[in-house]
């Protein structure tokens, strides 16, 4: 640790396991102690907290389970428990490493969702053996609501009194954490509201943020790193998308999709049973009747990829009503004067280029993967201000098998018959299917359904929007979220 202040904050000859020995707090964080050789703790790395317990203090760590000489990346918990020298020492070593901690700009009080039905139906339990216990580790105070029904996370990110909590978490797959985002931003206080952390525990079948966050830094998915991460409270920015259909929007964190992506991912649901297993069995029932969409998109290329498609002038003038399903007109009014309303670009005035279909896959990703075994865009980045869009057009079968094969590795995107770009900006006007002019398809943005066109798998259900023309527009990093690093 070189350049790092080695300046003891407190020293004492304390007793660890009824061995006495030398321990230091430095002013860069470590604990230094010996026991069966030289021992250290990295406070913001190791450490979640600490209780005096009678004459001893417990450390509450959370370490690298280590096999042999190697660390497996399981992360465990595990209490460092020492006496200090006197009752003068023992209150001293409390206040340093209370300073300490306090001095790093960790969370003290955080809201949690937990989604008692989303992925296999654990989040109940693995908020319970799982988060609960680290967060009390930390000594994080914690409001707990368990969401009861759709969009319930939604109403309450409306309405919550954020001065009181000092970052929002959701033990949920990405569906509840995209209701959080659309509850802050159709609040009055949407500019503020929305600079509130969150965090997100991987409890669901899609935990696409998670796995993004976790994997950026060599990270796996697992409960115990995203709860640290939370606990240690770093953060970064998150660039949102605006989806607007009229008056309709929609506020999208991961990613939308249209053609064989959302068709496999909704109407797989039919095959629930079937577990994970259900979206590898429906993509190959799709592959082998592989349908084509007519239709077209637009997009505001983002630097380096202004020779795809051709040029076109700005179509979003007719863009339709949507369907403002959960909102009353009065609602809607009030939401459209004073909610987000997207962010301030000219659109039209934007340098557009299209592409004309047929399509067999339109999608658009803000973050790399779009579930824990799906990396859909490879170079995509949390806040860099624009959505990774990938058009698959015609494929032959022998191809489209191989690439379909490479979604968990990124590799899709290298395929000759994959168009793999960043835009800015961009139109999707939706069609019907090729070879059946009377059915239309889904539009599905992080999961849910956007749009259902006539004829499409459950197209009696109403959806948000209506199967037409819509725009998506993104804001840099208008939300923050924790981060492991
Ligand atoms: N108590 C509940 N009963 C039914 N649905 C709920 C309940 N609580 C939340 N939901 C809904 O569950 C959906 C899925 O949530 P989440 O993203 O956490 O899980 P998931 O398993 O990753 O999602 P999916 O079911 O789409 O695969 C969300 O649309 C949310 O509104």
Known sequence: MEGSDRRPLITDRVTVNGTVTPLALLADGRLWWSESGQRCLVVEKDVLGFIADGPYIKIKTLVEKRDGCCSSGHLVRNDVVFQPSSHELHALWCNKLREFIDSIGRPKRLFVFVNPYGGKKSGKKIFVDKVKPLLEDAQIQITVQETKHQLHAKEIAHSLDITKYDGIVCVSGDGILVEVVNGLLQREDWDTAIKIPLGVVPAGTGNGIAKSLLDAVGDPCAVANAVLAIIRGHKRLLDVATI???????????????????????????????????????????????????????????????????????????????????LSEAESVKLQRFCYQGPEIDVENLNWRIINGPFISIWLHNVPWGAEDTMAAPDAKFSDGYLDLIVMKNCPKLPLLSLMSELSTGGHVKSPYVTYIKVKAFILEPGPRTKDQGKEGIIDSDGEVLARGKGSYKCEKKALMTYDKLQITVDQGLATVFTPI
């Open 244 to 326: 607007t259909q009229g008056e309709t929007r929609f506020f999208s964190v991961l990613m939308l999709a249209w053609g064989l992506i959302a068709d496999v991912d909704i109407e797989s649901e039919k095959y629930r049973w079937m577990g994970s297993a259900r979206l590898d069995f429906y993509a190959l029932c799709r592959f082998i009747n592989l349908r084509h969409y007519n239709g077209c998109v637009s997009f505001v290329p983002a630097p380096g990829f202004e020779a795809y498609g051709e040029p076109t002038s700005y179509r979003g003038k007719s863009i339709s009503k949507g369907n403002n399903i959960d």
